[in-house]
């Protein structure tokens, strides 16, 4: 992703940051439940990891090439088909896991919800700054 002058710095470190906690994150949750479950749960923990972080990182670049354009209404069009194919392949994903492995269906949310954890992670370390922001 190039620096864009719609980002600080911070924020620009912030969501490079998030696809790497992500991962690492889903990384300790596949160790713990290959201790707890079995190897193929922790498996299906870390490419739920994987999933989000990489739906994360496509989505936050072509919100950025979005930004940038100059020419918003032509990448517009392209940034729709952009995200609903990225919709498409993750309920393709969830449908192929849902048939093949029905019971590794929640190992799988478990990892792509780590998201969910990390964004509130950065929320929270966010908030000094805004307190500050608004005294």
Not at 119 to 130: D, F, G, V, W
Request: charged content about 15%; aromatic content about 14%.
């Amino acid at each position: 992703m190039s620096n864009s002058s719609s980002f600080t710095e911070e924020e620009t470190k912030t969501l490079q940051r998030i696809p790497l906690e992500v991962l690492l994150l889903s990384l300790i949750g596949a160790f713990v439940a290959a201790f707890l479950f079995n190897i193929v749960a922790g498996l299906f923990v870390l490419a739920g990891g994987f999933f989000s972080a990489a739906s994360f990182f496509w989505l936050k670049n072509a919100l950025s090439k979005l930004l940038i354009h100059p020419n918003k209404k032509k990448l517009l069009r392209s940034a729709l088909w952009s995200y609903l194919l990225r919709l498409l392949l993750i309920i393709v994903v969830f449908s192929i896991i849902i048939i093949f492995f029905s019971k590794k269906i929640f190992a799988f949310m478990a990892g792509f919800s780590t998201i969910i954890l990390v964004i509130l992670a950065e929320a929270i370390r966010a908030l000094p700054r805004i307190k500050k922001w608004k005294n």
